[in-house]
């Protein structure tokens, strides 16, 4: 009589499992970013989307990964129903999903490849399989940030880990770098329960396999973990207020007023609001010998280039009540074509200096391919009745004798503007953002980490500015120094340092990304040739 075998009675089939841990793994994702920031489950989510795709080939891993992937950006940005409903969102979450589906199948493909020749790598076996599974994901993160369209920049790994140690890895080499830490330690992690679960049962029991009877192997084995650990540990980061840098003093305004693509305010309204609260703050004794003020992206509904009234209430906000430069986020127009501006009205030039976004969203600001998607959401796309004009340059203001840089809301999530900033010598840069069309979300805290991250990786304070929150001071370590609440009328006042001074991520900027980019395609393309040949054999063999 056969003995019964409890496990084997219980164990579940893998088009069943593999699917539901990936499910759950993407699942979890969202809880991790903030508001909630439960960051930990950042690490928990990669061990089950990875966990799903072990032993299995490509277009298995593809399939399990399209459904860890939808889930994995589904939960990260449900914030972007509150813009058109819901089918926006998960047309997002599907083809975001394809992508990640693609990532996870070259993870597949890799790790079986791996593990076919894994008796040659002796001790540095786990240690090299780490190291190229995490820089597969970033790589994956990066074709996610740039395609298509130029790509979505949220849902990186680095993202909920601001205001952790792990967060300093940016220094080093900008938000990549931070996601290969966090993909280090997770998938370090996976790779000790999946030997202790081989062990178990091989042994009997759940320990740590002894390879060849020596500790070398374990040792070998959290080497990229603890560098990933270490370096951020022993990683300090000035935050410019030592008195070896010029502090410039600076304030942002949030006006909490209803700015959205599509709310219908009183003509001026919007304007009227930051102005109002530059009015409460020109009368702050501490608001004396302001070197610039900032208000947000959209700021003035009413273009003050070609609006002479819109025109003069700025005027009189920079000149008379604040004296002091003004950056001013509106909607301006040559012609036909909209762009969506920032404007610096300086006391003591007669011309307005102008940014206009060099990235404007796709689906928000602009339609790309209209006809072709008009053809398929008629009504959706028919919302969005006149697309925003792309600038062509950098966002580099002259304000007295140093630069300012200037991103516009998403842009802070894209890494090639922020460097543009700083290789034309931006000083310090703002971040004015408008986050009015998506309520009371979590996108608004959801920026800030960006923006925070993107202080530690250019090693610039920011001025985060946005129309109903959050609105912040950030030092060039990532520290916050002062903080208006979402949804509450304000400004935030105060001194931040002014740098020259290259860190190393924008020294050696995109180091990370060329080197998963790189290390990434060598490793499939010797997989697929493997495969290939392995094929041809067997196609041979049956012929004879």
Not at 162 to 171: I, K, Q, S
Not at 300 to 317: F, G, K
Not at 330 to 350: C, R, Y
Not at 485 to 506: C, H, I, K, Q, W
Request: aromatic share 12%.
């Amino acid at each position: 009589m056969a003995k019964f075998d409890p496990v084997q009675a219980w164990r579940l089939p893998g088009w069943f499992w593999r699917p539901s841990v990936a499910l759950l793994g993407g699942l979890i994702a969202g809880p991790a970013l903030p508001r909630a920031g439960i960051w930990p489950l950042i690490f928990v989510s990669v061990v089950l989307l990875i966990w799903s795709v072990r032993k299995v080939g490509f277009w298995a891993g593809f399939g399990i990964g399209f459904i860890g992937g939808a889930a994995f950006y589904a939960s990260q940005s449900v914030w972007m129903s509150a813009y058109l409903g819901p089918e926006p969102w998960l047309a997002l979450a599907v083809l975001e999903g394809i992508i990640f589906g693609f990532g996870m199948g070259a993870f597949a493909l890799i790790w079986r490849n791996h593990d076919a020749n894994a008796s040659r790598l002796g001790i540095w076996d786990k240690p090299l399989l780490i190291t190229a599974l995490s820089l597969a994901w970033v790589a994956r993160e990066w074709l996610s940030g740039h395609l298509p369209y130029g790509g979505y920049q949220w849902s990186r790994l680095g993202q909920p880990v601001v205001g952790t140690v792990f967060e300093r890895w940016a220094f080093w080499g900008g938000i990549s770098a931070v996601s290969l830490a966090v993909a280090v330690l997770a998938i370090t992690a996976f790779v000790i329960i999946d030997s202790m679960l081989a062990s178990a049962k091989s042994q009997g029991q759940p320990r740590l396999p002894n390879w060849r009877r020596s500790k070398a192997p374990t040792i070998a084995l959290m080497i990229p973990a603890l560098i990933a650990l270490l370096v951020p540990l022993f990683t300090v980061i000035p935050n410019g207020q030592n008195g070896q840098s010029r502090l410039v003093k600076v304030a942002a305004v949030q006006g909490n007023a209803n700015a959205g693509l599509f709310a219908n305010p009183i003509p001026g309204s919007i304007l009227a609001k930051h102005a109002r609260e530059s009015n409460l703050l020109s009368k702050d004794p501490n608001a004396k010998n302001l070197d610039f003020v900032v208000w947000p992206e959209n700021a003035s509904d009413q273009d003050p280039l070609t609006n002479p009234m819109a025109a003069l209430q700025i005027y009189r906000v920079s000149n008379q009540l604040l004296k002091a430069p003004l950056f001013v986020g509106a909607v301006t127009w040559k012609g036909d074509l909209a762009f969506n501006s920032v404007l610096l009205f300086d006391p003591k030039k007669s011309k307005v200096a102008v940014y206009n976004k060099r990235r404007p969203v796709p689906f928000a600001e602009y339609v790309p391919d209209r006809p072709f998607w008009y053809s398929l959401a008629p009504d959706l796309i028919g919302l969005i009745n006149h697309g925003f004009t792309a600038g062509n340059k950098a966002g580099i203001f002259k304000v007295a004798n140093y630069k300012v840089g200037s991103l516009i809301c998403f842009e802070i999530g894209i890494d090639d503007l922020s460097h543009d900033l700083v290789t034309n010598g931006a000083q310090i840069i703002l971040s004015q953002a408008n986050n009015s069309d998506f309520g009371h979300t979590d996108e608004t805290f959801q920026q800030e980490s960006l923006a925070r991250l993107q202080a530690l990786a250019t090693g610039r304070s920011m001025v985060h500015v946005s129309t109903v929150g959050v609105t912040e001071l950030i030092l060039p370590n990532g520290q916050i120094t002062q903080k208006i609440p979402a949804f509450e009328p304000g400004y935030v006042l105060g001194r931040l340092p002014l740098s020259n001074d290259l860190t190393p991520a924008m020294r050696f900027y995109g180091w990370v990304d060329g080197l998963a980019l790189s290390i990434t395609g060598l490793l499939l393309t010797f997989s697929i040739t493997l495969r290939a040949a392995e094929a041809l054999r067997k196609f041979r063999f049956r012929r004879a």
